[in-house]
């Protein structure tokens, strides 16, 4: 009894952090609340910022590739329980991002500052639509068996994991990443781009357009034609747009 409720303090500790690191994300980039944001003024020079920030966003970038891959899971939960993996995994991300924000350099210097109060106002709007994509999207699916909650409290009760089955709810039917354009767009929605803000939304880009690759590769292994079928039916990552043409629809899409 007592490794069950260990394991499952283990489970709500991890949820904890992953969740903090994302509120605090979202006072870091909308410059709302925390002591220095990412367009605070710079506090080092211009080399040493940019050294820390490829630093800390690296690690990053590799704690949530290689932990995220299938050969790492199996060697992983070798060595811990299998139902905490997922836990680990999100206290391990929530740790990265802090890191992330909490090492990022500002760099100086504005691209755009928008004056308009209306537009800015839209743009904070599209910033809170972000927000809602990125945690709507993970309750579309299961939210607590993507943070690690499911697994910890199966085993409290002393119950099997069974894994989720595929399935395209809500937002996944609109396109196959909905977590990523939530994601996408909380790196770009701003009023004021900093140049280090710029970086940061760069770099986010990047990542995010090699990781789909990573994961969908992954996705294609475990459920084969099923996910195949969904990729040729489903966009990547922004909606297929159906526009009338007389009594005929054009459907485009972008992936």
């Known amino acids: 009894m007592l490794k069950r409720v260990t394991i499952l303090t283990y489970g709500i500790f991890a949820y904890c952090i992953g969740l903090a ?29 940019i050294g820390i920030n490829a630093a800390v966003f690296l690690a990053f970038c590799v704690q949530h590739s290689v932990m995220a891959r299938p050969r790492f899971k199996a060697w992983w939960t070798k060595i811990i329980p299998a139902c905490t993996e997922r836990s680990t995994y999100v206290l391990t991300s929530g740790m990265a991002l802090f890191a992330v924000m909490l090492c990022w350099q500002p760099l100086g210097g504005n691209i755009w500052s928008l004056e308009y ?8 709007t599209l910033y809170l639509a972000g927000w809602v994509i990125l945690v709507g999207s993970t309750f579309a699916l ?6 690690g909650l499911r697994q910890v409290w199966l085993q409290f009760r002393g119950k099997p994991y069974t894994p989720l089955a595929f399935s395209t709810p809500g937002p996944y039917r609109l396109v196959r990443h909905p977590l990523y354009v939530g994601w996408l767009t909380l790196a770009w929605a701003t009023p004021d781009m ?12 990047a990542y995010i357009l090699k ?10 292994d475990y459920h ?13 990552l922004i ?10 629809g054009v459907t485009t899409a972008t992936n």
């Open 224 to 236: 084969g034609e099923t996910y195949r079928a969904y990729q040729q039916a489903t966009p990547k």
């Open 142 to 147: 299961n939210h607590f068996d993507l943070f």
């Open 117 to 124: 109060q209306p537009l800015r106002c839209t743009i904070h």
């Open 239 to 248: 909606p297929k747009i159906e526009l009338p043409s007389g009594r005929q």
């Open 194 to 205: 900093s140049i280090a803000h710029l970086a940061f939304a760069l770099a986010t880009t």
């Open 211 to 220: 990781a789909i690759r990573w994961e969908e590769k992954d996705l294609v």
């Open 21 to 49: 690191s994302l509120v605090y994300m979202m006072g870091w980039l909308g410059n709302i609340v925390v002591p220095r944001s990412i367009d605070s003024q710079p506090v080092c020079s211009l080399a040493v910022a």
